[in-house]
C-alpha cells in the first residue's frame, strides 16, 4: 500500500498522468475528502482534468498551479491560495471559495461561478474573470482593499481604485452599482 505522503508527493509531478492516477489513489482511500490535504503546497502542480468534487482542499497553496478543465464542485477551498492558477473551463459549482486567495488566477471559462462566491473570497485582485475581463473591483474584498492600502492608493477615491484594478473609472463605477444591486 502507498503511504500518504507518496500520494502527496506524486500531486507534484509534472506528468499530468501521473497526478491524475494519485488523485484516484487518494479518492479511493478516502483521504480526498477526509481533510489529509488540508494546508499542502501544491504550488505548480499540474491538475488539469483532475477529479477534485467534494475534495477538502482548504489553506492549500495552489500558487501557479494548473487547474484548466478541473472538477472542483462542492469542493472546500476555504482560504486556499490560487495566486497567478490557472482554472480556465473549471467547474466551480458549489465550491466554497471562502477567504480564498485568487490574486492573479486565470477564471476565464470557469464555469457554475457565481457572484456569491467570488464575493466570499479574500482577493481577486488582477484576475481574469470567466467572461475573459479583468475584475473590476466590484467585491471590495478584504485582501483587495489591504493591498490598495498598502500601495497608498486612496480607497475612498473611484478614480484611484479604477487605475489600482486597471479599469476605467466608468467600468469601476458600474461594478459598483452592481455590487449594491446585488446586496439589495
Not at 502527496?8 to 477526509?34: P, T, Y
Not at 486565470?106 to 474573470?129: D, K, Y
Not at 483587495?144 to 484594478?165: E, G, H, L, T
Request: net charge negative; charged share 20%.
Amino acid at each position: 500500500m502507498i503511504s500518504k505522503i507518496e500520494l502527496i508527493n506524486r500531486l507534484q509531478s509534472v506528468e499530468n498522468r501521473h497526478v491524475l492516477a494519485a488523485v484516484e489513489e487518494l479518492r479511493g482511500c478516502g483521504k480526498l475528502l477526509d481533510g489529509s490535504l488540508r494546508s499542502i503546497a501544491l504550488c505548480q502542480a499540474q491538475l488539469q482534468e483532475a477529479n477534485l468534487h467534494q475534495a477538502d482542499l482548504g489553506f492549500v497553496d495552489f500558487h501557479q498551479a494548473s487547474l484548466d478543465n478541473a472538477d472542483l464542485s462542492q469542493a472546500r477551498l476555504q482560504a486556499a491560495k490560487f495566486n497567478r492558477a490557472s482554472l480556465q473551463n473549471t467547474n466551480l459549482d458549489g465550491a466554497d471559495l471562502t477567504s480564498a486567495d485568487l490574486y492573479k488566477v486565470n477564471l476565464r471559462g470557469a464555469h457554475n461561478l457565481t457572484e456569491e462566491q467570488l464575493a466570499a473570497a479574500n482577493a481577486l485582485f488582477g484576475a481574469i474573470m470567466p467572461d475573459g475581463q479583468v475584475y473590476d473591483g466590484r467585491f471590495n474584498l478584504f485582501g483587495d482593499i489591504a493591498r490598495a492600502r498598502w500601495a497608498k492608493v486612496d480607497v475612498s477615491n473611484p478614480q484611484s481604485m479604477a487605475d489600482f484594478y486597471g479599469v476605467s473609472c466608468e467600468v469601476y463605477r458600474q461594478g459598483q452599482t452592481k455590487k449594491e444591486l446585488v446586496l439589495s
